[in-house]
């Protein structure tokens, strides 16, 4: 990779560094992550697949998985904690490369051109905002014990050297909620603005009503996300003698992080659900009346996790028609669309439905809380084929 200048050692220092950041952005981004591609048992990397010429895919061919662009911040600073700093890009530049628009000087070399969309393409990993501050990317997959066997020697050597690790083995947990010094001065700088905040606000808050702002302060000060978040209720209902139960059961059972000792907590059928606050089911999935309810809802607990599988029979599984959103205070909300109608074709043949007992065609939402805090960054969803959609989420530290 050429820069466009003269030669003095400045020029040369800045040109090597520069060749540096970049071959360690690729290096991370293409080795540690990897297309969801079903067809491909064990999951291969992004450069594997590239090494090994491996046949292409399109968005079919993705399962149901996703890395949020904080997932990614994470993974990237995590592999080079230990690295030089001035080999390690600021996060505008790294979310730049996401992007697919880091500046890069020009060159014929294609390797000089790549960046991070150049291996995970836009028109099959969609980016999709869900909200401000929260962006996925779809069909990836972190790989935590990568394959080096199809890497150059030199390039091993290369990263091993500027990353500062020997094993290219990583904790997949950490690597994705690490908190690395751009973040730890962000949330600081959160904090300094609350606390100054509620200094300023003391005494200036009225609602009219000669009502003081101390009133005020807390429920204010509970929204903010550095702040503790209040405790959602069950996702089905419950007697207050149960609830005790139930509460017993999972201080007992979440002494070891174990299958075995995870409870499940069931929701029996689609009205019951409906009839408690913290679960809402909306559209025609209400209208089903003999076949397969359309959100009953199991949910399990781990010491570290939550656990829980929705029914969605007869739902669509692509990213245009189903979408799943976790908060931090444990809300689940799913939206998606069911199939079917009046008539349906298969390949040539049309059919004429004469009987009609599942949910029709439509637009459902699907809302319930998880009974904690939890972290949506670690959020692992998986649509089954049985119509079983399911997902383990980290609990909130």
Request: aromatic content about 10%; charged content about 20%.
């Amino acid at each position: 990779m050429a820069l466009q200048g003269n030669n003095s050692p400045s020029t040369v220092s800045v040109e090597k560094t520069f060749n540096d950041q970049h071959f360690l952005l690729n290096f991370i981004m293409s080795t540690y992550l990897g297309p969801d591609v079903f067809f491909d048992n064990p999951r291969r990397s992004a450069s594997q697949r590239l090494a090994q010429a491996l046949p292409p895919y399109t968005s079919n061919s993705l399962s149901f998985s996703f890395v949020s662009l904080s997932q990614l911040e994470s993974l990237y600073y995590y592999v080079l904690r230990n690295a030089n700093p001035a080999l390690v890009v600021q996060p505008s530049v790294f979310h730049m490369y996401l992007k697919g628009i880091m500046p890069l000087p020009s060159s014929e070399l294609p390797e000089d051109c790549q960046q991070f969309t150049s291996f995970f393409p836009l028109n099959i990993h969609g980016h999709k905002r869900y909200s401000g501050h929260y962006e996925i990317v779809k069909g990836i997959v972190l790989i935590d014990d990568p394959d080096t066997s199809f890497i150059k020697k030199e390039d091993l050597v290369r990263f091993r050297s500027l990353s500062g690790m020997d094993d290219l083995k990583i904790d997949k947990i950490k690597s994705l909620c690490y908190e690395h010094e751009y973040k730890k001065r962000k949330e600081d700088g959160k904090q300094n603005y609350m606390k100054n905040s509620k200094a300023n606000a003391t005494g200036n808050i009225s609602d009219g009503n000669h009502n003081s702002s101390s009133q005020y302060q807390e429920p204010c000060m509970e929204r903010h996300p550095n702040n503790p978040l209040p405790e959602p209720a069950l996702s089905h209902p419950v007697s207050v003698s149960n609830h005790h139960i139930l509460q017993g059961a999972f201080q007992k059972n979440c002494n070891k992080d174990g299958p075995a000792m995870m409870p499940l907590l069931t929701v029996p059928n689609g009205k019951e659900c409906m009839s408690d606050a913290s679960v809402t089911l909306t559209g025609t999935a209400t209208k089903g009346m003999v076949g397969p309810p359309i959100g009953v809802v199991d949910i399990g607990i781990s010491k570290l996790a939550y656990f829980f599988q929705a029914a969605l029979p007869g739902v669509r599984r692509d990213y245009s028609h189903f979408s799943c959103e976790i908060e931090a205070d444990g809300k689940v909300h799913i939206q998606g669309s069911t199939s079917g109608g009046k008539t349906i074709r298969k390949r040539s043949r049309v059919f004429r439905m004469r009987l009609h007992q599942i949910c029709p065609p439509g637009q459902f939402t699907l809302d319930f809380s998880l009974p904690g805090p939890v972290d949506p960054r670690l959020f692992s969803p998986h649509f089954r084929c049985d119509g079983i959609f399911e997902a383990v989420v980290i609990k909130q530290k």
